[in-house]
């Protein structure tokens, strides 16, 4: 029933750098495995949108940041530690 | 990040280098924080801080790409500081290097690439001299960029390159990019171009093959020398717009090559098209098509280019063979007869036209599936003929020709009539064999009706009886049958010499001959008698008939078929003789008792005489006895004649006498039982007859009604005259059209019998005792009233009666001149209107008084002209018209002729003093062209005006 809601993220990166590039990898691998076909990512690379960071309170890329569904969450990193990643987007009971 | 401007100074070094210590340790801290996992941080406005860590990345990454790019390029490509002083080489440049065996240390990075420019001058090259001027104004910035082609040709290969200088900054001096591309295939393709350019031409010029190209958007149509030839127009005259093209065609394969063009246009297919061109000077030429569309991305034809050929010999071969071939096609599948090709040996079938089928009842296909089957369908008993003729005929240069049996799938037999020729080519080899069937099944069957039907003949003709013989004119025998033979005891070997007159009696000839000429003038002979002659001269007596065999209108054969009839003869002679002897016992007593009848009443009289009569009966007495005499030695006279056959003589005769002199006789003689009565309807017309002939006929009539009245009864005389007309002629074969006058005897006797009614009029029949009649009376009476043209009919019933009415054809015309004075009554009118026509008024008041007395209403006219104004106005009324022929103003034959015109049946009564049997009068003969035959001879009595008047209404 929960496998409709759409989860919709917005990944902060710094250009073409190693982490950011990584993190991009790793999060969309994240949703096609986790969330197909109900997930949206906007991506917002800081050199060219600072405002964007700002209005965001974002200090750090990659810094993910999870809109919807409820509560907001922040995640900053490449996204590696994919279980780390999935407790703190709260997709574990949604696997499940 | 460090302002460009700055002024650096002393005082400031040391503070400098406590910011570079703080920022590299604020770096290292926040990377430790962050574990690696962040590579900038932001500040408060967003601006972005790049680690160190992920800056020496990204460079690194950025000078990997590049590598890789400038590695995957074919192009040799050296980058140049703003020296000239070569940076770094890419994969290429060494490959070429090596491959080229240019052993300069690390391929030259590090060396000045001018330098080598211009060490390479020093060799004489002035490419190189030009290269290095062209790289040094990059490098100053004073060019854009430099590029130029140049040969470097190894010693196993030819080789072009094109070589770029591209500055590496547009707008300071900050090296350059130098690439050498190998352009050799480039260089290779385009020269090869112009050489299939120059061979394409040679070709299509020598093929006379014209090219088109066609600009779809821009309607501008491109052609070469060859299209101009083509379609015979000069190069100035064609506009090379679409329109321009289809002008040049044909005006009949105009519309289909344009339909052609958008077919190809539209993409439903390739334009390849024949189509007629006309020259501007009228003349012809066929033309082949071929075009290519090309297409824009979006499938809008752009362009189409294509070829132009000349086959208008081609064309016209095409269509003479063509035309060759539908003649020969048409021909054969009209033939009725099977047409075939085969190959010399036979075994293959080239063609087999449609007939066979209808004649085989096999399909074509069939036989062109397995040529060698129709064998199999042959009649068995013809097989082998057939194998053995087909065989002959494709060893030896004999032709075919052979009938044999098939038989149709239906099981149907047919006879095949199969002719095969052979076909030589000019080098007299066997090319191929050709043959005809013919389906002969019916003639076939008529030839073998035919041989049945003369089988069929001949063996009646040789079974006959009769003596059958074929005569030719010249006398000769063509045939005679078997019963001829053995008749005449000839053999076969003896007719070559035969004649016809051999054959017959001597004392026939003559006759012969006669018979034997009509017959050869066609006349077919029946009821010949002859006499032949035997071979053993026994004569034999023949009756037959001789008809003449007629071919194109003339006698070529008689054929006469003879009965022998020796024996029947002799026979028939006995037979006769003893038929005469008979006939005369018979015939002395039937005379014996017609005499009787006539002694009887002189017998009786004689008596009479002998007692004194009153004088007038005696006077009565003696002429009864007078006229008996008489009719006895008429009878005896007439008995002659009719034992003779002589024809008796012909007057004019007044039935009622006849009828008057018979009544006297019979109430004289007869018994006083039979009582006699006469009754008459006018005056009967008379007739022309042997008054002693027609006095027997009704004596015997009298006497035979008598004896049908042994108890008494009513003896009845009645004369009446009677006109036949056609409908009554055809329905009794005696009678014939005409006036007729009709005795009547009628008695109230016994009736005939029907047996004896149908033999009574036969000779020798007879129903009275033997020795009383002689059994001619009836058929004497039947003798002599059909040699009158006349006829007898009866009537009888059983126990009631029997009346003969004896038809005598009459004479009205003749009654005029017959019994003058004759007291019998004139005719009377009905109260019929007659028009009285004459100039002279004593005449005419002396009709109208006569007729008016007999029952006639009369009108008067003086002349013509007030006949015919009082005949229009009363036709109707008038039912006959008396006009004298010669008038003032308008004659009878002008009244005539107007009178027939308005009514053509109109009664008309010519009197006249001319003669009215002189056809050569003018008047008489116009008169009787215009169908007036009715006369009355001036001058005439009231008597005979009444009578011709009474014969106008009753005819």
């Known amino acids: 029933m929960l496998s409709h809601i759409l989860y919709t993220f917005r990944l902060y990166v710094a250009g073409e750098t190693p982490s950011s590039a990584l993190a991009i990898a790793n999060l969309s691998a994240l949703c096609r495995a986790r969330l197909p076909d109900r997930h949206k990512i906007e991506i917002i690379d800081v050199f060219r949108q600072p405002k964007r960071a700002m209005a965001d309170g974002i200090i750090m890329t990659p810094t993910l940041f999870k809109l919807g569904p409820a509560p907001i969450r922040k995640i900053v990193g490449t996204l590696s530690q994919t279980l780390l990643v999935t407790q703190a987007l709260g997709l574990e009971a949604d696997a499940a | 990040m460090i302002p460009d401007k700055l002024p650096l100074s002393v005082d400031a070094t040391d503070e400098v280098s406590t910011l570079i210590e703080t920022l590299l340790k604020t770096s290292q801290r926040v990377e430790e924080l962050t574990g690696g996992e962040v590579d900038t941080v932001l500040d408060s406005n967003g601006r972005a801080f790049l680690l160190p860590s992920a800056q020496d990345q990204l460079r690194s990454n950025e000078a990997a790409r590049l590598t890789a790019i400038l590695n995957a390029l074919p192009a040799n490509i050296a980058l140049l500081d703003f020296q000239g002083g070569i940076v770094l080489v890419n994969e290429a440049w060494r490959q070429h290097a090596d491959a080229n065996a240019l052993t300069v240390p690390g391929y030259g990075v590090g060396l000045n690439y001018l330098d080598f420019c211009d060490r390479a001058c020093g060799g004489g090259s002035s490419d190189a001299q030009h290269v290095a001027k062209g790289i040094r104004s990059v490098l100053n910035s004073k060019e854009e960029s430099f590029s130029m082609e140049y040969p470097s040709h190894s010693p196993t290969e030819q080789r072009w390159f094109l070589l770029t200088v591209t500055p590496v900054a547009r707008n300071s001096p900050n090296g350059a990019v130098i690439m050498h591309l190998n352009i050799t295939e480039r260089k290779l393709a385009s020269s090869l171009v112009v050489e299939s350019r120059q061979r394409l031409a040679l070709a299509t010029e020598s093929a006379h093959i014209g090219i088109w190209d066609w600009d779809v958007a821009a309607n501008k149509m491109i052609w070469d020398r060859q299209m101009y030839e083509l379609y015979g127009l000069r190069e100035q005259d064609f506009t090379g717009a679409y329109d321009a093209w289809q002008q040049g065609l044909h005006p009949e394969d105009r519309s289909r090559a344009e339909a052609e063009i958008a077919a190809a246009l539209a993409g439903d297919k390739d334009f390849h098209s024949e189509f007629r061109v006309m020259w501007p000077n009228g003349e012809v030429r066929d033309i082949e098509a071929h075009g290519l569309v090309q297409r824009a991305c979006d499938g809008m034809a752009t362009r189409m280019i294509g070829v132009n050929w000349d086959i208008t010999g081609r064309k016209r071969g095409e269509s003479a063979l063509r035309e060759s ?544 104004t009082i005949y229009a106005t009363r036709a109707a009324e008038i039912g006959a018209i008396i006009s004298d022929l010669e008038m003032p103003f308008l004659d009878g034959v002008g009244l005539v002729r107007a009178v027939k015109r308005m009514q053509p049946e109109a009664r008309i009564l010519i009197a006249t003093a001319i003669d009215s049997s002189d056809a050569r009068n003018d008047k008489v003969a116009q008169l009787r062209e215009i169908g007036a035959n009715s006369f009355l001879t001036k001058p005439f009595n009231s008597n005979t005006l009444l009578l011709a008047l009474h014969h106008q209404f009753h005819p």
């Open chain 2, 325 to 868: 071939n539908e003649k020969f096609r048409q021909l054969a599948d009209n033939l009725t007869d099977a047409f075939w090709i085969r190959s010399p040996d036979m075994r293959e079938l080239y063609y087999m036209s449609p007939a066979f089928a209808r004649i085989w009842g096999r399909s074509v296909e069939s036989m062109y599936a397995n040529p060698q089957q129709w064998a199999d369908f042959i009649l068995p008993e013809d097989r082998e003929r057939v194998a053995g003729a087909f065989t002959a005929l494709s060893k030896d240069a004999s032709n075919l020709d052979i009938e044999y049996r098939i038989v149709r799938p239906d099981g149907a037999l047919r006879w095949i009539r199969s002719r095969g020729f052979q076909v030589r080519d000019a080098a007299n080899t066997l090319i191929r064999q050709t043959g005809i069937m013919t389906d002969i099944t019916a003639q076939r069957q008529a030839a073998d009706a035919l041989r049945e039907s003369e089988e069929r003949y001949r063996d009646l003709f040789e079974n006959a009886s009769d003596l059958i013989q074929t005569v030719a004119a010249n006398g000769a025998l063509l045939y005679v049958n078997q019963a001829w033979r053995a008749a005449l005891g000839y053999k076969e070997d003896d007719m070559p010499s035969l004649k016809f007159l051999d054959l017959i009696s001597p004392d026939q000839h003559a006759q012969t001959e006669l018979w034997f000429r009509q017959a050869l003038a066609g006349a077919p002979v029946s009821l010949v008698e002859s006499q032949f002659v035997s071979k053993t001269h026994k004569q034999i007596l023949v009756e037959g008939s001789v008809s003449p065999k007629v071919v194109n209108g003339e006698v070529v054969s008689l054929r006469c078929i003879f009965r022998d009839v020796t024996e029947k003869k002799g026979l028939e002679a006995q037979f006769l003789r003893a038929q005469r002897l008979e006939g005369i016992g018979a015939l002395a007593s039937g005379v014996a008792h017609d005499l009787n009848n006539m002694l009887a009443p002189i017998l009786m009289s004689a008596p009479m005489l002998r007692w004194g009569l009153k004088p007038e009966q005696f006077e009565a007495t003696l002429n009864t006895i007078e006229s008996c005499a008489q009719r006895g030695a008429e009878m005896v006279k007439q008995l002659l004649t009719f034992g003779r056959g002589v024809e008796g003589q012909r007057v004019l005769l007044q039935p009622d006498r006849l009828i008057r002199e018979i009544i006297k006789i019979v109430e004289g003689t007869f018994p006083k039982s039979v009582r006699v009565r006469s009754s008459r309807e006018g005056a009967s017309w008379p007739v022309l007859g042997d008054p002693t002939q027609l006095h027997q006929v009704l004596l015997n009539l009298c006497v035979n009604a008598r004896d049908a009245m042994p108890k008494g009864g009513t003896l009845t005389y009645k004369a009446e005259n009677v006109t036949l007309d056609q409908q009554y002629a055809a329905m009794a074969t005696e009678a014939k059209a005409g006036p007729y006058v009709i005795i009547r005897v009628a008695d109230t006797g016994t009736g005939i019998p029907k047996g004896v009614l149908d033999r009574m009029f036969e000779p020798f029949f007879t129903t009275k005792e033997l020795g009383i009649g002689t059994g001619l009376g009836l058929s004497t009476v039947l003798g002599i009233v059909r040699s009158h043209g006349g006829f007898i009919k009866v009537d009888t019933e059983m126990g009631r009666g029997t009346e003969f009415a004896v038809y005598l054809p009459a004479a009205p015309e003749r009654s005029l001149q017959g019994d003058k004075g004759d007291p019998s009554p004139v005719p009377e009118g009905n109260g019929e209107t007659v028009l009285v026509v004459d100039d002279e008024a004593v005449i005419t008041e002396a009709c109208r008084s006569s007729l008016e007395k007999h029952g006639y209403r009369v009108l008067i006219a003086h002349d013509g002209v007030e006949a015919l």
